[in-house]
């Protein structure tokens, strides 16, 4: 077992239980996007930062993804700094301008007070694609969907494609995936809601 402490609070949990899973057992809560529980983690959003000091250490508190970062004996952890709350911003405004349309998004930009026009200096991080059956504007590329349909269904029929602001989710040479068995778990995990799923033709 570890002991840490998070926002004063302390704790016990199981060694190789992460900072996220060990908040939810205090109902201290965390935003998250790309995690889920039943995957590995991922670290993909970035949206779940904390700040993490360790006990009688005079080194300064460094930002952890705190979905993929173990518990660690005498961390001590806060969830809702200053410094937390601008990381978490920084990130809500890519997520904006990359997905304007997506409810989710919004509601979070909502409750962390980030207005479209604080991503004035990112809109080159702007991508629209007009792929079908994935709203490109809605999808965070958190990677979710792609780790379901790998590591829970076992068929890999959708995958991370290009780099930088050309990096997207599709179907193999963006056809139908052959691979695809319409289990709908994609859609069912996407945090934003950008898959939807239809009958092949
Ligand atoms: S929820 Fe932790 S990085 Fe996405």
Do not use: W
């Not at 670290?43 to 993490?52: D, F, M, N, P, S």
Request: aromatic content about 4%.
């Amino acid at each position: 077992m570890v002991k840490l402490k998070i926002d004063d609070q302390e704790i016990e949990v199981p060694e190789g239980t992460t900072v996220l899973e060990s908040a939810k057992k205090l109902n201290i809560k965390i935003p998250t996007l790309c995690y889920n529980q039943h995957l590995k983690p991922y670290g993909g959003c970035r949206i779940c930062l904390v700040e993490k000091t360790q006990e009688n250490s005079s080194r300064p508190p460094e930002l952890i993804v705190s979905c993929s970062y173990p518990a660690e004996n005498g961390a001590i952890i806060r969830t809702n700094t200053e410094r937390v709350i601008k990381g978490r911003k920084f990130i809500i405004q890519l997520l904006l301008a990359r997905c304007p349309n997506s409810d989710v998004i919004q509601n979070l930009a909502k409750e962390y007070g980030v207005s479209k026009d604080d991503r004035s200096d990112i809109v080159g991080y702007y991508l629209l694609n007009k792929a079908d059956r994935l709203d490109q504007t809605k999808c965070i590329l958190c990677g979710l969907c792609v780790r379901v349909c790998e590591e829970i269904v076992g068929m890999s029929a959708i995958s991370f494609s290009g780099r930088g602001i050309k990096r997207k989710i599709k179907t193999p040479f963006d056809r139908i995936s052959e691979t695809c068995i319409g289990c709908s778990a994609c859609a069912y995990v996407c945090p934003t809601k950008a898959i939807r799923i239809e009958p092949a033709d």
